[in-house]
């Protein structure tokens, strides 16, 4: 009975780090998605951005990829670097 009684805290105790660890590293996602956002509109500040987007799985190492559509109807796609926010390649579209 001592060991089924240890081995069901232990199951216990992994399920609840394991819940507590995604949550860490789900919030940690949200807040790098919102600062990319925040760099992309930074970047075209000057434009009247109607969508901005972000796939969620990077493309390479550290390089996201992404897209916005403005007010006048031309869409841009782009590519953002996670640690310096710094669009690397765009392309718009008609």
């Known amino acids: 009975m001592g060991k089924l009684w240890k ?6 105790v992994g ?3 394991g819940v507590g660890l995604y949550l860490a590293y789900q ?6 998605r919102v600062e990319l956002v925040e760099a992309v509109r930074a970047s075209f500040g000057d434009e009247e951005i109607d969508v ?3 796939f969620d799985e990077p493309v390479r190492d ?3 990829s ?3 559509n403005l007010a006048d109807g031309r869409s841009i796609t782009f ?3 996670e640690k310096s926010q710094r669009i690397i390649r ?3 579209l008609a």
Do not use: M, P, R
């Not at 919030?27 to 790098?32: R, V």
């Open 66 to 68: 992404g897209g916005l």
């Open 79 to 81: 590519e953002i670097e």
């Open 15 to 17: 399920a609840v780090a």
């Open 27 to 32: 919030q940690n996602e949200d807040k790098l």
């Open 7 to 12: 081995f069901g805290v232990g199951l216990a």
């Open 62 to 64: 550290g390089v996201f």
């Open 90 to 92: 765009e392309e718009v």
């Open 52 to 54: 901005v987007w972000l």
